[in-house]
């Protein structure tokens, strides 16, 4: 069990979100005379291809003492909760056997990697705990559910489900008492990728700012004086238009929800776009509209560079905001931090600073987020 709870826990650290865990299956060792075998099936969701999540499966064996190289064979393909083999087909014991059997309904056949695992319907202790994850997989190939593949299972020799689990290691990261996430922070510094894999991971009701669709956020950027006041009141509607129907919908003693922004952000622009005779008339529309809301228990601020906050404007494309420069970003950081030195928060507010991490591309530093948001929501 020991080895199989390590290895759950690498494949969340390395692979992906861990939406599933089956329960853990009893069988007789098969091809030699050894201790049973334990066997489970983890369900992740993945932005990794198939090759690489299998390279990490044989770097997780490695790390947890397992050597597919036989002395004198080559190394084989992965068989689906099945024994080891070597060159000359010579069974034995292991550490771990990590397969992947299937990538949703991907279907395909190299050198190194066969999808799904062509042996999943010969093994009733592969079927067994699959099913337990994903009762509704149909095998892409042969076209057949679960409820065939074990009917049409050669395998005479059932599992047997043990009285112990492991342990799903999302469970280390506890939000159940979170129930309004806010997640802030500069143009270009992340909010709305992070605010999206929260609320993937965590079943959370998400709310995402509607610039796409403000007429006036191009015409802004091409003549700010003109545009400024148009904009900033648009934005104000709109955010709290999607406030205030979002909020009515979901049960904030029950619901997660997760937004890409806070209703504050409508003030720290506003201060900077709007003359001040303005930004008078803007705040008494905005303390009228917002004195009812809900506020989040817990404000996150993603602080980057401006250096690489140029460069995430640079590289996500927008024709719009290619105009943006190092001043306005470092204005717009300032009101910021002149809003979280302030007593406006009700709820915790969690600095996080970017500049030496990368979380869409790094799960690890995904994690370390995900870490001080547990800790500071304990």
Known sequence: MGHLQ????????????MVQVSRVYQSPSMGFSGEDFLNAVAYLQTDMTPEAVMQELLSIERDLGRNRLAPGSQTQRSTAGGTSQS?????????????LLAYGDLILDTEDLTLPHPRIQNRLFVLQPFMDVAPEWVH??????????????????????????????????????????????????????????????????????RFADNPFLPQFYQDPERYAFALEMSFLAD???????????????????????????SLIFAKITLTPAEFDLYQKFFHQMHRDLPRPQVYVYLAQSTERLLDNIKRRGRSYE?????????KIHSGYLTHLN?????????????????????????????????????
Not at 323 to 328: E, F, G, K, N, P
Request: aromatic share 10%; net charge negative; with cysteine.
């Open 87 to 99: 060159a000359d087909r010579q069974y034995s014991s292991r550490t771990i056997d990590l397969d």
């Open 239 to 265: 955010r709290f238009q999607q406030l205030a129907e979002q909020s009515a919908q979901y049960d904030l003693f029950s619901d997660l929800i997760i937004t890409d922004y806070d209703r504050y952000k």
């Open 322 to 330: 290619q105009s943006i420069d190092a001043d306005y970003l470092q």
């Open 140 to 209: 892409p190939e042969l076209g057949l559910n679960f409820s065939a593949l074990l009917a049409q299972c050669p395998d005479s020799n059932p599992p047997k489900p043990i009285a112990q689990w492991l342990k799903n290691p999302l469970s280390a990261y506890d939000f159940t008492a979170l129930r309004y996430l806010a997640i802030e922070g500069n143009i270009g510094a992340g909010k709305t990728s992070l605010a999206q894999m929260i609320a993937r991971d965590f079943n959370g009701k998400l709310i995402l700012e």
């Open 6 to 17: 390590k290895a759950l826990d690498l494949l969340f650290q390395r692979v992906g979100h």
């Open 342 to 378: 302030s007593e406006t928060h009700q709820g915790k507010v969690i600095r996080i600073d970017l500049n030496d991490l990368d979380f869409v591309n790094r799960r690890s530093d995904y994690l370390k987020i995900l870490d001080l948001i547990t800790k500071h929501t304990a």
